[in-house]
């Protein structure tokens, strides 16, 4: 299993441009990416992951385009999304998804 840690990027404001998360990462743990506010792409997210943590983009409200939760994703955490205001296409989930925890999207407009 390759995962992206807890808090690994919290409030780096330096990454910029889109992100993509790369096909051997199975899981991103709670707060991963939380307030990385200098994104202004698009987010990719690996076809291999399984869980996204909760918070793991929470306030990362730049990213554009559509959001594609992949495939094998069953569950997403808590605030995953919360105050992702900028995507600005589709939003795309997976039938094997069984879990989407309180305030997932919330403030996603």
């Known amino acids: 299993?390759?995962?992206?840690?807890?808090?690994?990027?919290?409030?780096?404001?330096?990454?910029k441009g889109s992100l993509k998360i790369p096909d051997s990462v199975t899981l991103i743990q709670d707060g991963a990416f939380e307030k990385c506010t200098g994104f202004n792409g698009e987010l990719k997210l690996s076809k291999s992951l399984t869980t996204i943590g909760s918070s793991a983009f929470k306030g990362c409200n730049n990213f554009i385009g559509s959001l594609e939760i992949p495939n094998n994703v069953k569950s997403i955490g808590e605030k995953c999304f919360q105050g992702c205001s900028c995507f600005n296409g589709t939003l795309k989930l997976s039938d094997?998804?069984?879990?989407?925890?309180?305030?997932?999207?919330?403030?996603?407009?």
Request: glycine share 6%.
């Open 96 to 109: 094997l998804v069984t879990q989407i925890n309180r305030l997932t999207f919330s403030g996603c407009y």
């Open 1 to 15: 299993m390759v995962k992206i840690g807890s808090n690994s990027f919290f409030n780096w404001t330096s990454l």
